[in-house]
């Protein structure tokens, strides 16, 4: 007979390295199930809660993964069903597309901040199963699956299974492949729009409820108005490697720096120049990662990663939150139903390579198509083709 869940109860010691949504799900959904584990989380409470951006939480991945967390009701409370909207333009703000929906009815990806999403699932988990100001270094391994686990403050713990949930730098990666993390190609600088809702009337009456995407010339601003009523802005760019640190730009001196940023945009319509002209002083450059698609490891007794840390994916998919969410669930479930970790380990890394591969190859395609000559065009017919299709298969 199989080991029993109450094994993993009494006599192992589970670690989660990184409590961002991957992290803090499985530690939910094992404590619902009464398995102990203990997250190992370098930052602290009030820096997870205020990480800003907003993610649109997918009914079959997502949101499936609250369900099983409990807490698919207080997130449909907070869910913002119409930061759905979405706006595409070209340079010239020619509208591609326009989906606004005022029917009332609930979407299938709402929106939610990404700090309200960390608050919601924090709130929920007994803080005995957190440890914020611990920076994982590095892991041994020992015999029968177990690590000793070390960490920047001089703790070391040893625990029978670890998980790494540590995002796109893992630590934990390296003893699984050699595989490591590929810049994209695409380079990322992010503004902010404090207020938005209350100083820019103009640019929120352009850009609706939720997202505005403009894309041409393999450039674009893409921008999505908050929860809390910013609007959080990404100039990007197709660059090499080099180019957040080589161009010149001072962003310490962020007037020289948006001025810099507007003659990238020259011939771009003057409504699109605003998200650069109203923005805030702090800007934030961002290099896109990603990890080899449909990467795969030996399975280990003792050791797994989930989330970015197992398949960092280009973000126009909006998939990479879902997916985490979703491993933490399944891996979680499969604990539960094993009750060994050899078994369940395998059992959810072979799930989990199936349904994010194809996802991960999806997300790269779709930043190619955004970063075209003509973006706008080529994301309007990849909607209009997933609509057929969807329409053929309905
Ligand atoms: C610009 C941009 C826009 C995005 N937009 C979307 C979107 O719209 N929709 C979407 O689904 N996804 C989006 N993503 C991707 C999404 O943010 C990630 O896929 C998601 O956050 C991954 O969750 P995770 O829990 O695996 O890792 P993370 O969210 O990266 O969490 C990792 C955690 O581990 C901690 N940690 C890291 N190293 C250590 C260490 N050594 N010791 C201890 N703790 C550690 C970190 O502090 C963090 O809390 C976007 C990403 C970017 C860059």
Known sequence: MKNTTSNLQKNNRIAIIGGGPGGLTLALILQRHDIDCVIYERGFAESIRDQGGTLDIHKDSGQLALKEAGLLEAFHKIARYEGEDLLLVDKHGTVYRKEVDDTGKEGERPEIDRGALCELLLNALDPQRIRFGY?????????????????ENGHVDTVDLVVGADGAFSKLRPLLTDASVEYSGLSMVELNIEDAVNQHSDLISFNGRGSMIALSDNKGILAQLNGNG?????????????????????????????????????????????????????????????????????????????GDAGHLMSPFMGEGVNLSMLDASVLALSLVKYGDFEESILSYERRMYEYSSPLAEMSDDSLKRFFDDNGASRVRDWFEQMEQGDQNEG
Not at 138 to 145: D, I, R, V
Not at 276 to 281: E, H, L
């Open 230 to 306: 910013q609007i959080r802005v990404y100039l990007s760019f197709c660059a090499d490697r080099n180019w957040v640190d080589m161009n010149g730009i001072p962003l310490d001196k962020p007037q020289v720096a948006k001025h810099e940023f507007l003659k990238l945009f020259d011939d771009w319509d003057e409504m699109l120049k605003n998200y650069i002209r109203y923005a805030g002083d702090r800007i934030v450059t961002r290099r896109i990662y990603m990890l080899p698609i449909g990467l795969t490891w030996e399975s280990r007794k003792g050791i797994t990663l989930l």
């Open 135 to 151: 920076k994982f270094i590095a892991a041994t391994p020992l015999e029968n699956g177990k690590h000793e686990l070390h960490f």
